[in-house]
T-cell receptor, first 117, second 112 residues
Framework: GAVVSQHPSRVICKSGTSVKIECRSL??????MFWYRQFPKQSLMLMATSNEGSKATYEQGVEKDKFLINHASLTLSTLTVTSAHPEDSSFYIC?????????????FGPGTRLLVL | LAKITQPISMDSYEGQEVNITCSHN???????ITWYQQFPSQGPRFIIQGYKTKVTNEVASLFIPADRKSSTLSLPRVSLSDTAVYYCLVGAYGGSQGNLIFGKGTKLSVKP
């Protein structure tokens, strides 16, 4: 149980284009999903918290107009990197919190590698 | 917010027990301690979680002293496939957002 998927797993795009990443909880419902960014050899950095049916909460320093988050259902959240630039190249990972779990934890997706040329 | 400190790297040999300690001096009353394992280009995988004392599951044990200012992940009899980065996460989920702090990770290298 507690499986989270992401799509696509890898994307290469030109500078200035927008990229959408999907995060799905496959076998549980998630009222809360998290989006992280991870640069090489670094820890995970929380970008935003996504709540079903409401606006996402962004961490300090993360541009909400550049990283659009939509959490339309209990099993799907999307992150859109708008007008991507080479400095946005990174490993983006989502996670989801199981509302029915007794554990205070989150389950991570496999990640999406974004390369902006 | 809890400041998280864990060793940058550790080396071990197959069959040995490995203990990785995480320091979190400013841990809050509601915070849990969670450990994750991450392989290159993959998302972190949940290992174990605890609040206080000792927790054990099929893959690891987690020791938390009474003051909760540190925690130790114990991996019994490691194998080569346990080579990975191990993250300590401290925080709680409250309402729509929690104060979740990841350590910088400990790179464990298991040698034959």
């Amino acid at each position: 149980g507690a499986v989270v998927s992401q799509h696509p797993s890898r994307v290469i795009c030109k500078s200035g284009t927008s990229v959408k990443i999907e995060c799905r909880s496959l076998d549980f419902q998630a009222t809360t999903m998290f989006w992280y960014r991870q640069f090489p050899k670094q820890s995970l950095m929380l970008m935003a918290t996504s709540n079903e049916g409401s606006k996402a909460t962004y961490e300090q320093g993360v541009e909400k107009d550049k990283f659009l988050i939509n959490h339309a259902s209990l099993t799907l959240s999307t992150l859109t990197v708008t007008s991507a630039h080479p400095e946005d190249s990174s490993f983006y990972i989502c996670s989801a919190r199981d509302i029915d779990s007794s554990l205070e934890t989150q389950y991570f997706g496999p990640g999406t590698r974004l390369l902006v040329l | 917010l809890a400041k998280i400190t864990q060793p940058i790297s550790m080396d071990s040999y197959e069959g040995q027990e490995v203990n990785i300690t995480c320091s979190h001096n400013n841990i809050a009353t509601n915070d849990y301690i969670t450990w994750y394992q991450q392989f290159p280009s993959q998302g972190p995988r949940f290992i174990i979680q605890g609040y206080k004392t000792k927790v054990t599951n099929e893959v690891a044990s987690l020791f938390i002293p009474a003051d909760r200012k540190s925690s130790t992940l114990s991996l019994p009899r490691v194998s080569l496939s346990d080579t990975a980065v191990y993250y300590c996460l401290v925080g709680a989920y409250g309402g729509s957002q929690g104060n979740l702090i990841f350590g910088k990770g400990t790179k464990l290298s298991v040698k034959p």
